[in-house]
């Protein structure tokens, strides 16, 4: 399998309205469009007459038209020049879906299924998107390690004084990694703490599984009394897809819902919602400024001085080359 063959998350389904929108997916530029029915497409972005991107192109009924000479192609990629009518001049084009607010792609007629995403009893609170500038598997440690949540984050986390205390256990299948955190939270903001019902000391539980076809984690977020017997109020789960766009950008896409114990329909949470959103925002965001700062953008781990908190980077680094690119096809995209 190559990259591609996953099904990814390109774009925001809101951002695709009548003028088509390009993206790049593992290196190759993918012309997103809406025909005139309303239904996503996708073309590769490369018009085979003389190459103009087609996203710089129009929407006329179920074809997009490039911008140069006026051929056209469908969402199956069959194209027609008026120039030369009899002329067959055919594209790539893609398997598109839209679900959760996302518009999704993988190659025609891929094998590979579509992710799962549950979360019954919670309600969703935000689907956004973020770049992160770093190759795919950096862009994945960053968030499959906690132990940077002491100094990058301010609500999601552990006390950095108290990260010696925080347990890590980290379990394998052939085709998942299940990270499992337990220790004393770091001190929220006094609104958000009184809010949520987390108390200084509190214990904050994360846990994940990472799954590569494509490449994403859901993470649990909730807070308990240190002996357990008290849980804080909301309970948070957080989908991310990592899509790398080249061999120095991974995009994620976040799905966030949230459970709360509170009385009332959905627990109050659609009064909260927009809080809740920023503070996602807000937290990916400091990832993202911190990645800013990486010395280079080597994926190996040969040589570094790795902590237990690390243990998964050569787990996912295992599954990512397995899983998600069979063996070495994109390597070099990445590397
Ligand atoms: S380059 Fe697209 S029609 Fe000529
Ligand atoms: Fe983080």
Not at 201 to 220: E, I, K, L, N
Not at 262 to 275: I, K, M, Q, S
Request: aromatic share 10%; charged share 25%; proline share 5%.
């Amino acid at each position: 399998m190559t990259a591609l063959d996953h099904w990814h998350p390109v774009l925001l389904a809101r951002a695709l309205r009548r003028r088509p929108v390009g993206v790049t997916l593992a290196g190759h530029p993918v012309a997103l469009f809406r025909t005139a029915s309303g239904a996503a497409a996708a073309v590769s972005d490369v018009c085979p007459h003389r190459r103009l991107k087609l996203s710089a192109g129009e929407v006329v009924g179920d074809v997009i038209r490039c911008k140069y000479h006026g051929w056209t192609f469908d969402g199956c990629g069959r194209g027609e020049s008026p120039g030369t009518p009899k002329m067959t001049a055919c594209t790539t084009s893609y398997d598109v879906r839209e679900e959760h607010g996302l518009v999704w792609v993988r190659n025609r007629g891929s094998s590979a299924a579509f992710p799962a995403v549950e979360a019954d009893g919670f309600l969703p609170i935000c689907t956004l998107e973020h770049t992160i500038p770093a190759p795919l598997e950096l862009a994945v440690d960053n968030f499959n390690e906690i132990e940077h949540s002491g100094t990058v984050h301010d609500t999601f986390g552990y006390d950095l004084d108290r990260m010696h205390e925080v347990r890590v256990k980290v379990d394998a299948t052939p085709d998942s990694v299940v990270v499992t955190n337990a220790g004393p939270t770091k001190r929220l903001n006094r609104a958000f703490g009184w809010l949520l019902n987390v108390r200084r000391g509190d214990t904050f539980h994360d846990t994940w599984t990472t799954r590569f076809s494509p490449v994403h984690s859901v993470f649990d977020h909730w807070w308990t009394s240190p002996d357990g017997s008290r849980e804080a109020m909301v309970r948070w789960r957080l989908y991310i897809f990592f899509v790398p766009q080249d061999a120095r950008t991974t995009r994620i896409f976040s799905l966030t819902f949230a459970k709360s114990r509170y009385p009332g329909p959905a627990g109050g949470l659609r009064l909260v919602r927009w809080l809740f959103r920023r503070e996602i925002d807000r937290e990916i965001r400091a990832d993202v400024a911190m990645l800013h700062h990486l010395a280079d953008h080597d994926t190996g781990i040969e040589g570094l001085k790795l902590s237990r908190f690390d243990k998964v980077l050569g787990l996912t680094r295992e599954r990512i080359d397995r899983v998600y690119r069979g063996g070495t096809t994109l390597r070099v995209l990445t590397g």
